[in-house]
């Protein structure tokens, strides 16, 4: 059998090294990451986050959550009302020091991109395969003390959602795991109504 093409075969994940315990290490920002990606330094396709400063490398995607992601993104398209737009796995900016990438976030279209921060996102979509665990726990910490409304966390392999709102500095009041057979419905996106159960 031969050997996928190059844009096909999945990237390496890149190597990383972890601090001993009390080393100092330096905080990058966000400005800085975008000017090494500008420069050549860093690849734009590199699955990182920015989490206070440090470089977090995040998990390769598997068929499950591509396949979901698909699903998600026609519903989005076809249900969101006029004055809403969403966009799939675009760099979150929430501070000089932090940046997520989520699979979808959903905010009004007069905001913009430009405008999208902790207040603004009406809703954010992270699919977890790998990742499940660390999205339910620390993201869902880190979504919280940036105020983020809702946000859901979707588990590629049971289609089970974890459903988080009324955002605190340490963490969510409200959480609730949901089958695939219940609508999911978002508190600030009117009209909007997933079930998973029909994903294929």
């Not at 026609?74 to 249900?79: E, I, S, T, V, Y």
């Not at 979808?104 to 905001?111: A, L, P």
């Not at 955002?167 to 600030?188: K, Q």
């Amino acid at each position: 059998m031969s050997a996928l093409p190059d844009h096909l075969a999945e990237s390496p994940q890149p190597p990383t090294t972890q601090a001993a315990e009390g080393m100092l290490r330096r905080p990058f920002t966000v400005a800085e990451i975008e000017a090494m990606v500008a420069a050549g330094i860093m690849d734009e396709h590199d699955r990182v986050e920015l989490i206070g400063g440090e470089l977090v490398p995040m998990s390769a995607k598997g068929i499950s959550h591509e396949r979901l992601k698909t699903f998600l993104n026609m519903d989005l398209a076809r249900q969101l009302p006029a004055p809403l737009a969403f966009t799939p796995e675009t760099t979150f900016r929430l501070s000089d020091d932090t940046f997520l990438e989520p699979d979808f976030v959903v905010y009004e279209k007069s905001v913009g991109l430009e405008g999208l921060n902790g207040a603004t996102c009406l809703l954010a979509i992270e699919i977890g395969a790998s990742s499940l665990a660390y999205d339910r726990g620390r993201t869902a910490m880190i979504y919280a003390g940036f105020g983020i409304r809702e946000l859901w966390v979707i588990d590629a392999a049971t289609l089970e959602t974890r459903v988080f709102r009324e955002p605190t500095p340490t963490g969510y009041r409200r959480i609730a795991d949901l089958l695939p057979d219940t609508t999911l419905a978002a508190l600030f996106v009117p009209g909007l109504a997933i079930r998973l159960s029909g994903h294929s």
